[in-house]
């Protein structure tokens, strides 16, 4: 089975860091996503794992552990349109021909003034 | 930009109605998914398709079904729609691999009345 752990969520002052965690139990690992989802609005790509070890992209950071089922999300200098949910996705093994990305269930951050 | 869209943007539709959610794809991508979003429950997969004319079941696929006629195209089917398929349904397109982004259609909110 899959299970995926994250925060529900998070608020923090702009021009801050965050940091979100995920955890997960998955049948098989192929990679981890995490994406962002404004208000209303469909998720868009933030950051993708598959090795150990951080991902830098500008203001974001993703890091992996695979051994320990853990990633998080760090998210620096923090602004207010930054204020959205935040989806952490593995994708595990193949079925049918695909490989199916699970979600958790998403953490909603709030940034305030 | 990959370009992922979805026919209706907001419905209203009754009960026993069968509905159609369009989604189409204008990157030639193999896979694609249909979500629905509701609160504290995250994405849950309902269908996904690899290829034309396959489907497999995700983890939410009673009272749906879809159609994949031609690669471009991905259709989810209410057969008789229910008020507790009341929710934010979301499609989404890849490509064949599992470190491919998993790109999302802008939403179709459904409510059954």
């Known amino acids: 089975g899959q299970n995926i752990d994250q925060p529900t969520e998070m608020t923090a002052t702009e021009g801050a860091i965050v940091q979100i965690n995920c955890t997960y139990q998955?049948?098989?690992?192929?990679?981890l996503f995490w994406y962002q989802q404004h208000a209303g609005e469909a998720p868009t790509f933030l950051s993708y794992?598959?090795?150990?070890g951080l991902e830098e992209k500008g203001r974001f950071s993703s890091f992996l552990s695979r051994s320990k089922g853990y990633s998080y999300l760090l998210l620096k200098e923090l602004q207010m349109k930054d204020s959205a949910s935040y989806l952490c996705?593995?994708?595990?093994?193949?079925?049918?021909?695909?490989?199916?990305?699970?979600f958790g269930r998403g953490t909603s951050l709030i940034v305030h003034p | 930009d990959v370009k992922v869209t979805q026919s209706s943007r907001y419905l209203v539709k009754r009960t026993g109605e069968k509905v159609f959610l369009e989604c189409v794809q204008d990157?030639?991508?193999?896979?694609m998914f249909w979500y629905r979003q509701d609160p504290g429950l995250g994405l849950r997969l309902i269908y996904f398709?690899?290829?034309?004319?396959?489907?497999e079941k995700g983890d939410i696929p009673e009272g749906y079904s879809v159609s994949r006629e031609k690669k471009e195209r991905f259709s989810l089917i209410l057969e008789s729609a229910s008020t507790n398929q009341t929710s934010m349904y979301l499609c989404?397109?890849?490509?064949?691999?599992?470190?491919?982004?998993?790109?999302f259609g802008e939403g179709s909110w459904l409510t059954v009345v």
């Open positions: 998955t049948s098989g690992f192929n990679g």
């Open positions: 996705a593995v994708r595990g093994e193949e079925s049918g021909g695909s490989y199916i990305p699970t």
């Open positions: 990157m030639d991508h193999e896979n």
């Open positions: 989404a397109s890849s490509p064949q691999g599992p470190g491919n982004t998993i790109y």
């Open positions: 794992n598959v090795l150990d």
């Open positions: 398709s690899y290829d034309v004319k396959m489907k």
